[in-house]
């Protein structure tokens, strides 16, 4: 699944609380087995991310080629599109959170 996977965004979520309530020592809270930690989700993401573009951008050179039919390539450049849109908002909500950090007082 792209990074716009509700069950995505739920375990990175969970992966970010989880983190918060242990601490810098190491907490009290353990992961469930099987359980990713929130860098390795946003890895996936990143990934997840890649081969979506990688796909459409695919798909895009098969129908210049006469290989791909246009449902297919309209298909896998939205897909592409939105995985990037929803990964710019991602980003930029990212550098939203970290300027409120900085301009917390000490």
């Known amino acids: 699944m792209a990074i716009t996977s509700p069950s995505l965004a739920a375990a990175a979520y969970q992966g970010a609380a989880r983190v918060a309530r242990s601490g810098p020592a190491g907490g009290t809270d353990e992961a469930a087995p ?21 796909a459409g951008e695919q798909a895009s050179l098969r129908a210049l080629a006469g290989k791909a039919d246009v449902g297919q390539v309209v298909q896998a450049v939205s897909a592409a599109e939105v995985t990037l849109q929803a990964t710019i908002a991602v980003r930029d909500r990212v550098v939203q959170a970290y300027q409120e950090i900085i301009r917390m007082p000490i």
């Open 34 to 54: 099987g359980s990713a930690d929130f860098g390795s989700i946003l890895a996936q993401a990143a990934q997840n991310t890649m081969q979506s573009l990688k």
